[in-house]
């Protein structure tokens, strides 16, 4: 599966700690993230990731790739106390419910999709958006 991850400034350390906790699982998947967040999951992580550019126009590069259905998942951590943040999470999360890919806005609910996704209650993406051979 493809899977998206943002985090707003005052929330990448907690991406980071979640991407280590759940390192496991999310090496058996595509990984790909906004600049800083990718670098600093990168590095904690060792895990491989496709960088978008940063902030705003990294996130539009995700949203254009969720209006291509080439994202399954997306993983983007919220900091509620950053208003400028909203405008980025409500059009990702409109695309999400547009394209019917699950979307997670705080670290209960991606421990709930990545367990999910650890037991396959994901696949179904498998169907909407098949891989190609």
Aim: aromatic share 6%.
């Amino acid at each position: 599966m493809n899977i998206a991850l943002l985090a707003d400034d005052g929330k990448k350390e907690l991406m980071v700690q979640f991407c280590i906790a759940y390192c496991g699982i999310l090496s058996d998947h595509n990984l790909c993230a906004t600049n800083t967040t990718g670098k600093l999951v990168s590095e904690a992580t060792g895990l491989p990731i496709t960088l978008y550019l940063h902030d705003k126009q990294g996130a539009q590069q995700i949203g254009a790739r969720i209006a291509y259905n080439e994202i399954d998942l997306v993983l983007c951590f919220c900091d509620p106390m950053n208003p400028d943040g909203f405008d980025n999470v409500n059009k990702l999360a409109r695309l999400c419910d547009q394209y019917q890919i699950p979307m997670a806005t705080n670290v209960a609910t991606a421990e709930v999709l990545i367990q999910g996704l650890r037991r396959g209650d994901l696949d179904w993406r498998d169907i909407v958006n098949p891989k190609k051979k």
